[in-house]
DNA sequence: CTGAAAGCGCTTACAG
DNA sequence: CTGAAAGCGCTTACAG
């Protein structure tokens, strides 16, 4: 589909093709190709309609039989833009983000972005390396659930010149656009839901307190204790925490050891995330301990695999796709206007209760 | 930490700040701050032993002063290569490519390469996109599963200049560098065990046959009858096969009704991955069915998440991770040496028996 | 060891 | 509608 035409249609003298393994076609070779100046194949590439239809069909055709691929570098360099986005994140084996990075993507390729996926595995820096890469790569904006409390360096980023959406945090005082799902609420409903179940002693399993979902998580348990109280009748609740250094599956089996000669007063263990629970599942079903059965457990986030597990995990459902995508829209928001108000999206999550909360109830 | 330092170190006549939302500081910026050449900025940036370590030191300054972040399109626009490298994969939700990823980003992270990540859902539009975008921002090269059988256009992308390594499939005769797994070898090992296991009757879900794993591994499955026929004393086998759009949780499940009412003399059921029997698992679980106590189930690729769900799935494993790093590093090799001979590195997968295969030796 | 100059491939006003 | 020219930020020989 290429081959001669450069021949027949004029253009190259030697008859040789210039993607033939010399060097890479440029402007210039289209240019020659068509028989017209470099100004107007960028015009073409453009904005065609300035262009006659006759001049721009020869040089389309040029740029087949070159086979021309435009140089992002060289565009964005004369102020063109970069076309990609990066996308920060904290753990990339977490379907949760995994659905978040689906959504933002979703939104973003329609638009010819190009998206650059970072984990930092909630390591400050790595994520100081990414960000520094991003910037290097001059990408148009950022999306990134920061590992570390303290936004300071991303702000810095940010003032630096690169829009950036925050995504399951929120700004301290509006500096950032943020889309973020309320944490202290769904640790809330976790509990009560525990609570109202009959539980009075409850073992939270909780990350690195440097992650804001951990804190708040944990704090939406003592509001939803202390509401409870309020509302009368309600005995003593005692919570027992215990800390992992990270939200993965591996540090819920590793603590899962911890649990089995538990005090027995202890019936319900409620986890920071999913994986947290589903290695506190595997931890206790590999020790041939029958914990699971005698005791309740939810976890955070819904990712698919919860549903699936044994027993299927209770867990409270956050929109990942739905957060990638809005904080996608909002970025480009912020990139089609300099004068960009920011603006905080939050949404509400909810209890998905299965079997590994209520055996009671489905076995009687 | 940064501040009028401008002012006291020599520099910028004005004090102002370079960096503070006026434009980005350049090079230039820096040899204006630090009284020397742009030469000599690049030199430290690029050679730092060539300059005169006070000079070196006056320029380190300068970069922390004006807060000089390299631009890679410039840099790259030069010769000095974009620092990225492109990973096509088929489904970004499957954790088999999720690990996989994680393999090539370890091995590339301390390049000081940043990994851009594209998912094609096996769509070869998608990927034709994302290799042209991948292209134009002159990735140094590429790691990618193919969506399709044909590999004309990543052969063409690769005789245009872009090394590539093939992951996860082969090059038919030696053009690419590919790391693979033995998909034949692994569907026999799995429909063997299953045989073994005393099953005659078996259904075999696979995914659409333009992909070369799912021919590959159904191919397997003849190969296995094949020799044990000849080994004698096994009586007729009969393989049923199923066809299903999509590697994916969804198409297992959707598949899962036509399922229940099946010919009761099938006894074991094969899926071409693990998503693909873990949506049947699902799908089965949610008609309230029981089938799946009567039935054997094996799937493909050992995904963390086979052995949490209900029965524990048995599944041919492949090292995913490794596979992502091999890869990795066979395209490091490409990029350093230009003269460099392409090789193929495959991998044996091994069987991981769980209940879902067993339930008769484990209940009784 | 340091600096001046050319040029990578493109886009963008500006003339014609 | 089309072309010539300047310049984006950097690196790389090449002089000095």
Redesign the pocket.
């Known amino acids: 589909m290429v081959g001669d035409n450069g021949a027949t249609r004029g253009g190259l003298d030697d008859g040789t093709h210039p993607t033939k393994d010399g060097?890479?076609?440029?402007?210039?070779?289209?240019?020659n190709w068509a028989?017209?100046?470099?100004?107007?194949?960028?015009?073409v590439?453009?904005?065609p309609?300035?262009?006659?239809a006759?001049?721009?069909n020869r040089v389309l055709d040029a740029i087949e039989a070159t086979g021309?691929?435009?140089?992002?570098?060289?565009?964005?360099?004369?102020?063109?833009g970069s076309k990609a986005i990066g996308i920060v994140i904290l753990d990339s084996s977490n379907p949760f983000f995994t659905e978040m990075i689906r959504g933002a993507e979703d939104a973003l390729r329609p638009e010819g972005y190009l998206l650059i996926a970072c984990s930092t595995d909630g390591n400050e820096e790595r994520e100081t390396n990414y960000l520094r890469h991003l910037e290097e790569h001059q990408v148009e904006g950022v999306l990134i659930t920061p590992s570390d409390d303290n936004l300071g360096q991303i702000i810095e980023f940010h003032d630096r010149g690169t829009p950036v959406v925050l995504v399951d945090r929120e700004s301290n005082s509006g500096e950032l656009c943020s889309v973020t799902v309320d944490d202290v609420k769904g640790g809330s409903i976790a509990v009560t839901h525990l609570i109202e179940e009959g539980h009075r002693k409850i073992v939270f399993i909780n990350g690195p307190s440097s992650i804001r979902q951990c804190r708040d998580r944990r704090a939406g348990v003592d509001v939803a204790i202390r509401t409870l109280k309020n509302n009368s009748n309600t005995d003593k609740i005692e919570i027992v925490d215990i800390g992992v250094p990270a939200l993965s599956i591996a540090a819920g089996e590793d603590i899962a050891n911890s649990l089995l000669d538990i005090d027995p007063s202890i019936t319900a263990i409620m986890c920071a995330n999913d994986l947290l629970a589903i290695g506190v599942m595997r931890g206790i079903t590999r020790s041939g301990s029958d914990l699971l059965s005698r005791i309740a457990l939810v976890g955070y986030d819904d990712i698919t695999f919860s549903s699936l597990v044994s027993p299927p995990l209770t867990s409270v459902r956050q929109p990942q796709y739905d957060l990638g995508h809005a904080a996608a829209k909002l970025l480009l928001e912020e990139l089609a206007d300099a004068t960009h108000r920011h603006r905080e999206i939050r949404f509400t999550p909810d209890l998905v209760v299965r079997e590994s909360s209520c055996k009671h109830s489905i076995q009687s």
Request: aromatic fraction near 2%.
């Open positions: 060097k890479k076609a440029t402007i210039r070779d289209v240019a028989k017209v100046s470099l100004g107007t194949v960028s015009n590439l453009n904005d309609d300035r262009v006659a006759a001049t721009r021309f691929i435009r140089n992002i570098a060289a565009r964005q360099l004369r102020g063109g």
